[in-house]
């Protein structure tokens, strides 16, 4: 609970940039879904380049683990992809090694997002509806594990440039917080990411095809 307190009064104490990052993520992902609506073509295209991507790369285990139709070994699946790599290898190092960099990459991924699930037709049924619902309720989750994972980044390259931010005295020691406050927000991003890989792994597995 203490490390949960911790991590909640960082977020508490970044609420403007918090909140300036969703609405930039988050807007984002509508555009680009404006965008896809527009262009149907590059919708798919997209839709393609990316099933393709993951049939023959290092996702693939992770699709059979949604085709097994275990959906506890696939949300574990979701969760570690989307921390490993969606969080700590996409947004978090590059941050540590360029401060702020981070944020650029997590800005490109909510464009494609919003590109890849644009909606597929303005002449939808119920069944669609629904799916779509459910695709945008994980959107959100799996988008709020990625936001708390920017405000870190934010979090970390402030710290290193405006040291008296987290009490240091120098850069360095600046650094060194913020490598400690971004350690205590994981904590939140792991928690978001989590449930998010539930979510999804039973939108995907039980509910979907049933709707379809």
Partial sequence: MRSLRSALAIVRENRWAYLALNLAYYGLIALAMGAATLDRGLHLRLIEWVSQGIQAGGLAPIVRLYASGNVAAAAAGTLAVNLLIGSLASITLPSILVPFSGLLVAGLRAILWGLIFGPGSLATGPGQILSG????????????????????????????????????????????????????????????????????????????????
């Fill in 133 to 212: 619902a459910l695709i945008v309720i994980v959107l959100v989750l799996e988008g709020q594990g990625y936001i708390l994972t920017m405000l870190a980044a934010y979090d970390q390259g402030r710290a290193w440039l405006i040291p008296a931010t987290v009490g240091a005295g120098n850069r360095r020691a600046g650094y060194t917080a913020g490598l400690r406050r971004t350690l205590s927000l994981y904590l939140l991003v792991v928690l978001t990411l989590a449930v998010a890989g539930v979510v999804e792994a039973v939108a995907a597995i039980v509910v979907i095809p049933r709707l379809a």
